[in-house]
């Protein structure tokens, strides 16, 4: 799953971590995920009390302060979960549902909120934003290459990879492999992290793509055939790839050892 980092995405020694582990197992941490429910418009002090007393009887709420005077009213929904679980990302969408006081408009924020805010707005996005790298993209290799197959090629073993890329993460960070060896402690990811990781290891893929075929092009245009020119280009680009590559390789190892998870 996704959510938004907290202090547990720092390493046990950080002072703010030990904090927030301490005040998790020794305090009741019921009210620390509180959902704000802003009621605006024009319904009477009765109908937003029977508001409040509905939010109260959904599941996962443990208690509904609130509202006060005769004004826009804020209401507390205090729910059990933990903000970024699961439970409480339902209870935000459940609140969203429950019908509102005629004449009066609700807006539901918090931290729940915002994370299923952000995780629909990136859900709603990717298509569209799949869509139009990869148009783009077999549309400049097709324009570089005259090829069919290539461009398609291409996007299939950059999809390949951005896959591969996003199991390993999800085997290391969220289930926890590896989490002694590199000292964090497991847990969903980040919301932005698949954006990120496919604007990285998608360009990266087709840089070093353009690489290789521009060298390929060049010796077939020579007249070279097929087998020859894919060698040659191979042989010309290897160096510049591989050096590329290491040079990548150590800066991203620098940070794989950060003490941060978000970062590693």
């Not at 409480?88 to 994370?115: D, F, K, N, W, Y």
């Amino acid at each position: 799953g996704f959510a938004t980092p907290d202090d547990r995405a720092l390493p046990v020694s950080a002072s703010s971590r030990q904090t927030g582990d301490l005040v998790r197992g020794a305090f009741d941490m019921k009210g620390s995920g509180t959902i704000s429910v802003i009621m605006t418009g024009t319904a009477d002090r009765p109908a937003r009390e029977d508001y409040a007393r509905r939010l109260s009887a959904l599941p996962q709420v443990a208690r509904v302060a609130g509202p006060v005077g005769d004004g826009p009213a804020q209401l507390s929904v205090v729910p059990l979960a933990d903000p970024g679980s699961r439970a409480a990302q339902q209870l935000v969408r459940e609140i969203r549902r429950t019908p509102a006081p005629a004449g009066t408009g609700v807006l539901v924020g918090g931290a729940s909120a915002v994370l299923v805010d952000a995780k629909a707005t990136v859900g709603d996005r990717i298509p569209l934003a799949l869509t139009l790298i990869a148009l783009t993209t077999f549309a400049l290799l097709f324009g570089f290459t005259r090829s069919l197959l290539l461009p398609l090629k291409a996007i299939a073993l950059n999809a390949l990879s951005l896959t591969a890329v996003l199991g390993a993460m999800v085997w290391i960070f969220q289930t926890g492999h590896l989490s002694h060896l590199l000292g964090f402690t497991p847990g969903p990811l980040s919301t932005t992290m698949p954006v990120l990781l496919f604007c990285i290891v998608f360009g990266l893929s087709v840089d070093y793509e353009v690489f290789v075929l521009a060298r390929i092009k060049e010796a077939h245009d020579a007249g070279q055939d097929t087998a020859t020119s894919i060698v040659s280009g191979v042989a010309r680009t290897g160096g510049i790839v591989t050096a590329a590559g290491a040079l990548l390789a150590f800066t991203l190892l620098s940070f794989g050892t950060s003490r941060v998870s978000l970062l590693q």
